[in-house]
């Protein structure tokens, strides 16, 4: 009996899902062989971090040096997008911790070590330094927001070079994105160590305690995914957005709920925009900008358990409290750095609008720890994916015929 087409011919993403059940049952059968299995997802990531900080530099100084007079790049759109559905998301975390109130248990770990910041000031404090980053450590820290600033500057710079000089700046992008396409075929080992050492490593007994709290955290993330989203994007282009929503998920969510890093999903995101057919100009800038603040998921989290915290305690909230809150989270959130865990030291920002002390607040963030074997993973896979359904919504071309487009 022959194998079927997808078995004999495999897709990456095919290749992923076999490499994340193949994971799945190691760790079950020998949770010592799937410990040592981990060392292939670390190499995995390692890569993407190596790569992904260079590919931004080039590729965003190309787009812009390489940008023709009077072409449109959409990138205005796309921002206003990035903020509205953060916002959006801020509010339906509202709306269903009202519905669905949390109470934690709450108990700090003695080993907890993590200094959140003072105030919102700092925050916005913290973007502007990255801003004005040394581009040698920016690149060594993997700084996106400082690689951007000096991408556009170097491509506002070189658009006044020769063509020859231009020419050789292509190239150079044109040479990251085949090495950045080379990391990515490793996907399906990636992913098979990373799930395998994650459930040998941790399970899923510990987050039976917090199952209701995991849950509003997941549901306010899968209704973001699966309606707010789709609404923004039927709003701004008045086509069906499913096929779109359901690509971007499929290709962009599944690599980063297991990346756990919206920094390392940015070359990820920017080969799908390739093969989705959006203009070069537009997503070379538009998805590394995503990754630092188009941060749905972050403003989940941060409302959701900043109003977990507020209802063990007692604390009354009113609407135009909870309004302010969504406005915070939605700031704090694109202050989130795109690592794993990022949005978790923002919780106690937030909690300072109900006076809740640093101690308590630090609390609720150990146990945003605890969820955070899923909990992270989704919002990663939220705020990745969302980026390139923006770009692709936002951008001068519009995309029809997906499944075509990236076959």
Known sequence: MPLPAFLRRPSLVTQIVMGLVAGILLALASPEAGAAAGLLGTVFISALKAVAPVLVLVLVAAAIANHRRGQQTGIRPILLLYILGTLTAALVAVLASFAFPVSLQLVLPDDIALTPPEGIGEVLRTLVMQIVDNPVNALITGNYIGLLAWGIGLGLALRHASDATRA??????????????????????????????????????????????????????????????????????????YPLVFTCLRESGITAFFTRSSAANIPVNLELCRRLGLPEETYAVSIPIGATINMAGAAITITVLTLAAVNTLGVAVDLPTALLLSVVATVAACGASGVPGGSLLLV????????????????????????????????????????????????????????????
């Not at 899923?204 to 995914?225: P, Q, T």
């Not at 937030?350 to 993973?377: E, K, N, P, Y």
């Not at 939220?382 to 997906?402: E, K, Q």
């Open 168 to 241: 050789v700046l292509s190239d150079l992008a044109d040479a990251i994105t085949w090495l950045v396409r080379l990391v990515i075929r490793l996907a399906p080992l990636g992913i098979f160590g990373l799930v395998a050492a994650t459930l040998a490593e941790t399970g899923l007994s510990a987050l039976l305690d917090y199952a209701r709290l995991l849950a509003v955290l997941l549901g306010c993330m899968v209704f973001m995914a699966l309606v707010g989203n789709p609404l923004i994007v039927f709003l701004r282009t008045r086509r069906n957005p």
């Open 348 to 407: 106690p920002l937030a909690c300072g609008l109900f006076g809740i002390s640093t101690d308590l607040a630090m609390q609720v963030v150990a146990i945003g720890f605890i969820v955070g074997v899923v909990q992270d993973s989704a919002e990663t896979a939220l705020n990745s994916s969302t980026d390139v359904l923006f770009t692709a919504a936002g951008a001068p071309v519009v995309v029809d015929a997906v499944p075509d487009r990236i076959a």
